[in-house]
């Protein structure tokens, strides 16, 4: 059985970290990731708890993504609050988990996860720029249950 731990060293997950913060510096949207070992329920249902427990559903302009990963499942997910859904194009959510996947079957699975920050941050900056006076409205660190 492996521990969520394992999953990423402490220095692949403040390069994680890192690729958030950088990710944020251009936009007033919202990136977290969530790891856990697995889930009970359908991952896009448990993304949706994440996303509720973490109060990601509380930034001003309704711009918060989500990156879910069930390690032991091999399943992730990537949310985005109503206001950036509204607006990416419609394949966006499938390319970004597409981008992530193919670094996930070959193993590299920090690369995976920061490639889906990359992605969704260019993706917010397009259509929520980084203005004066935007906040860190909620925390860069890895969440893990
Ligand atoms: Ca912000
Ligand atoms: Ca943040």
Redesign the pocket.
Known sequence: MSKVEDFLSAKEEQEIVDA??QA?RNTSG???VHIERTSKISHYNRALEVFRVLKMFNTKQQNAVLIYVAVDDHKFVIYGDKGIDAVVPDDFWNATKNTMQEQFKKGNFKQGIIDGVIKAGEELKAHFPWSIGDE?????EISKS
């Not at 860190?136 to 860069?140: A, M, P």
Request: aromatic letters at 0%; hydrophobic letters at 25%; proline letters at 0%.
């Open positions: 958030i913060r944020e919202e990136i977290r860190d409205e909620l925390s860069n």
